[in-house]
């Protein structure tokens, strides 16, 4: 079987997970290719051996070189010289990624990305041949709210998609995909091996840690309001927050107008093995998400063994188990956030709940799993496919 | 009369300022390097452009947090007495009209105009929130441009009150009440609006929101409040005043 998937830049730091689908879909001998764009020195680095399995299999195309649309622009707007040019070169460009696409022949193509699958649902006709898309969170959560019909092409054209979890299914029907859409849910997965957890956590002020980029969606203004309240009361802690990104300034903002400067750390960027680091040193993990897929951080602080704040947005609620691997609290709420915190300042109940989410993870979110349920959904689409053409 | 584009933040442009010294005679440019006189951001400057300009006035229109670095070595001009620091004088901005009362015979539904531009410091998700809350018959429009419409689509959507919000300005504002959910403390422009045309105000507690005489101050980033504040309160007297553009502008050249 040759797989097609379609992506960004291949590899990339911050999509370990592309990683980890590819390398896994090699190991079962599934024919693999990838068709995106060349990861950057830095990445390739961070991923040892990944460059021996990946040669010949790399196709660097941006994704959304529709051989058929430019000309069907040219063909329907005013054109001018120069824009005829330059839409000449375009046209050249595309016809060539379509060929290039053909040539591959794939038996299926899955589209890591919803919004990236939008533009290029056309490769799946040039390769005569069924498409999976993935939906993975921001695509079906905020992507074109304001433009309706946004994923109807994906919804003609594919033939199955992927989510993350339940929450991701009801949502990609609220956005029109058909309920008898062939579809399979499949979470994401983590190394457990890799987050082993400290056994003596040091003592000293309550350790509260979020790892999520500064983006609104991650709700960190909703987490520093928490922890204002959580210091009003009284309670001695530290908050670290790993991560960067375009809200920095607005996080910045709260954290002086909030008076926390002497409680909060901002750690910008830190490479995934820091990252391990800092889960061995926390108490417990916040995350104070509006809009989340499913929370790969949550995850691995669950492997990492430690407690859950977290909210109901979205596919969280699928992530932890309220009550028994940590809190999930209704989003946007500070004061459920610090009363959930409050109660995990119980060195005991942290490390109950601790035990159990790493138990859990070990048990439904192992890489094996993942791997096998991809390939299943492979093999139902493609025959489902050939059944059809018979 | 210099007002470079590239220099200000897009949240920040002071187009009230541009409108304000045009109504005063200025011939004022958004692109250039070489004028008379120079309008820049005292604080966290888009850009630092190469200006040539006999005057340099830095407008202080953002409160000063730790790490800024502040246009030194010129006049001064903040809009607001609580953002001033020492050396600056107040000009307090005008807006060119008020924001028009809803008048709609036989309409009932609650029309709720939230003011700034499309960025954080608007605070805009928060009234998002607080429509919600309050629930059927309510029509929210978020009037600000700007790049960060997904936070407030986002909202509405998730809180399931989507065709209940729209987002974008338009030329003239009608509203049966604004609201002014800041977290920044700003002389918000919106906010004088809808003093200007004595229009119901609900405001984020902010220092300048307190000086410009906003009638109903809330806590910033708390939906609820906002939204039990909403509709308790009558309109005020309209303060004409405030779109007394020339006389601003001629404050500005002072």
Redesign the interface.
């Known amino acids: 079987m040759r797989v097609l998937l379609v992506g960004g830049p291949f590899p990339q730091l911050s999509e370990t997970f592309i990683v980890a689908h590819f390398r896994g879909l090699l190991a079962r001998g599934v024919d693999v290719q990838f068709w995106g764009s060349d990861g950057d020195a830095e990445a390739w680095a961070a991923f040892p051996g990944l460059a021996e399995e990946a040669r010949g299999r790399l196709h660097a195309h941006a994704p959304r070189e529709h051989p058929g649309r430019t000309a069907r622009d040219l063909l329907s707007g005013a054109v001018r010289p120069r824009v005829l040019a330059a839409a000449r070169g375009d046209v050249a460009r595309r016809l060539a990624a379509g060929s290039r696409v053909a040539r591959l022949r794939p038996d299926l193509i899955h589209f890591e990305f919803g919004v990236a699958a939008r533009e290029a649902m056309w490769m799946g006709d040039v390769a005569r041949c069924p498409t999976v898309v993935s939906f993975r969170g921001y695509d079906l ?3 074109g ?2 433009q309706p019909g946004y994923f109807d092409d994906v919804w003609r054209r594919a033939a199955a998609i992927h989510c993350l979890g339940e929450d991701l299914w009801q949502r990609a029907q609220r956005r029109g995909c058909p309920p008898d859409m062939r579809h399979a849910l499949i979470p994401p997965a983590v190394d457990t091996a890799r987050f082993a957890p400290r056994a003596d956590r040091a003592a000293g002020p309550l350790a509260i840690l979020t790892v999520a980029r500064l983006h ?2 991650k709700g960190h ?1 909703y987490g520093l ?1 928490a922890v204002r309240e959580l210091v009003d009361a009284g309670v001695e802690l530290e908050y670290r927050i790993v991560g960067t990104g375009p ?1 920095a ?2 996080v ?3 954290v ?2 909030l008076g926390l ?1 002497d409680h909060v750390r901002l750690l910008g960027a830190v490479p995934h093995d820091g990252v391990l680091e800092e889960m061995r040193a926390a108490d417990l993990l916040l995350h104070p998400a ?2 989340e897929g499913f929370g790969n951080a949550v995850m691995e602080a669950q492997a990492a063994g430690l407690p859950i704040v977290c909210t109901d947005a979205d596919g969280l609620r699928e992530n932890i188990v309220d009550g028994e691997t940590g809190f999930a609290v209704p ?2 709420d500070p004061a459920a956030m610090a009363a959930a915190i409050t109660r995990l300042t119980d060195p005991g109940l942290r490390a109950r709940m601790g035990a159990a989410g790493r138990r859990r993870v070990a048990e439904r979110f192992q890489p094996d799993r993942q791997i096998d349920a991809f390939v299943a959904l492979y093999e139902e689409t493609i025959t489902a496919r050939r059944a059809r053409a018979a | 009369m210099l007002v470079p584009r590239r220099a200000w933040p897009d949240d920040r442009f002071p187009h009230w300022a541009v409108a304000a010294l045009r109504a005063a005679g200025a011939r004022v440019s958004e692109t250039g390097r070489r004028a008379d006189v120079a309008l820049l951001p005292a604080l966290r400057p888009a850009a630092t452009p190469h200006v040539r300009a006999g005057r340099v006035i830095g407008l202080i229109d953002v409160p000063a ?2 790490g800024d670095e502040r246009l030194e070595g010129v006049e001064l001009v903040a809009t607001s007495q609580a953002l001033a620091w020492e050396g600056a004088r107040v000009v307090r901005p005008a807006v060119k009209h008020g924001v028009r009362p809803h008048v709609s015979p036989g309409e009932d539904v609650l029309r709720i105009v939230s003011v700034g531009p499309l960025h ?2 608007a605070g805009h ?1 928060h009234a998002v ?1 607080a429509a919600a809350r309050l629930g059927a018959g309510v029509e929210l429009r978020i009037a600000g441009d700007g790049p ?4 407030i ?3 509405a ?2 809180l399931g009150i ?1 065709s209940s919000v729209i ?1 974008g300005s338009g030329d003239e504002l009608a509203a049966d009440v604004v609201v002014v959910p800041a ?2 403390d700003r002389a918000w422009p919106g906010l004088l609006q809808a003093l200007a045309g004595g229009v119901p105000v609900v405001a984020s507690d902010l220092p300048t929101t307190r000086e410009l005489g906003a009638p109903v101050l809330v806590p ?2 708390d ?1 609820a409040a906002l939204a039990a504040a909403i509709g308790q309160h009558g309109p005020e007297p309209p303060r004409p005043e405030l779109t007394d553009l020339e006389a601003c502008g001629r404050a500005l050249l002072a």
């Open positions: 959560n905020y992507m709210l304001d609104w969606k203004i309001q809200h300034e607005a910045d903002a709260a002086h107008d400067a509006v809009s989003r946007r | 947090r730790p954080w410091s998700e929130v960060a419409r997904e936070p689509l986002f909202a959507f998730d989507e987002v977290v920044e910033p980033r939906p």
